[in-house]
């Protein structure tokens, strides 16, 4: 059984920063590619960054130039460094990753979801 598990929201000022993480576990292979959504009350779900299999990136253009996200391969992990946060970016986070199985399947999966809240 395959597993992602975040870490890392809290409550944070404006200004200020928090790293989020995703962990896999369970009977994977790797981490193929992998995304963070977010979703704030009232709003439908938002991507805010991908990476491909391939290590290339893409952003939301609210968070461009704040918000970066790495993996690492070893560790099966995603991560979201989020930076310069705004009031606006408080909501659920989520992490969506393909992982390639020991059987060399590829399915998606999604984490249960961090908050972050950002105060003025």
């Known amino acids: 059984q395959v597993q992602l598990v975040e870490s890392g929201g809290g409550l944070v000022q404006a200004g200020g920063s928090l790293r989020l993480s995703c962990a896999a576990s369970g009977s994977i292979f790797s981490i193929n590619a992998g995304a963070w959504y977010r979703q704030a009350p009232g709003k439908q779900r938002e991507l805010v960054a991908a990476?491909?299999?391939?290590?290339?990136?893409n952003y939301a253009d609210s968070v461009k130039g704040r918000f970066t996200i790495s993996r690492d391969i070893a560790k099966n992990t995603v991560y979201l460094q989020m930076n310069s946060l705004k009031p606006e970016d408080t909501a659920v986070y989520y992490c969506?990753?393909?992982?390639?199985?020991?059987?060399?399947?590829?399915?998606?999966?999604w984490g249960q979801g961090t908050q972050v809240t950002v105060s003025s």
């Open positions: 990476i491909s299999s391939g290590g290339s990136t």
């Open positions: 969506n990753a393909d992982i390639i199985d020991l059987g060399n399947v590829i399915r998606g999966y």
